[in-house]
Nanobody, 124 residues
Framework: QVQLVVFGGVLVQAGGSLRLSCAAS????????MGWFRQSLGKEREFVAA????????YYADSVKGRFTISRDNAKNTVYLQMNSLKPKDTAVYYC?????????????????WGQGTQVTVSS
């Protein structure tokens, strides 16, 4: 029903910046809340950021507040994650997710569709 494709994962140095993009197919993208999650080796998938259906509200994990920004462009069916001041601890596979409601959630089980994930490695 919904396909999510993530672009932008690369190797970056500590202190650098990177923007991830998630392009979604489907007729109802504009009504979905969107989220970003990440998973590092040996750990469970954790919440990073989320945004409601029209971009009017955003929510961030404490670990990324002040450094990451989530945004969306419904005309392009795309959600973004701008990552600044990257740290080695940010190294993980990053996933884009869609929730079939208009309000965001920090719970991974509240999301219905997932992108393939992309590796982000931050070197020191």
């Amino acid at each position: 029903q919904v396909q999510l494709v993530v672009f932008g994962g690369v190797l970056v140095q500590a202190g650098g910046s990177l923007r991830l993009s998630c392009a979604a197919s489907g007729r109802t993208f504009s009504s979905y809340a969107m989220g970003w999650f990440r998973q590092s080796l040996g750990k469970e998938r954790e919440f990073v950021a989320a945004i409601n259906w029209n971009g009017g509200n955003a929510y961030y994990a404490d670990s990324v507040k002040g450094r990451f920004t989530i945004s969306r462009d419904n005309a392009k069916n795309t959600v973004y994650l701008q990552m600044n001041s990257l740290k080695p601890k940010d190294t993980a596979v990053y996933y884009c997710a869609a929730r079939s409601t208009t309000g965001y959630s920090s719970n991974r089980y509240g999301y219905d569709y997932w992108g393939q994930g992309t590796q982000v490695t931050v070197s020191s």
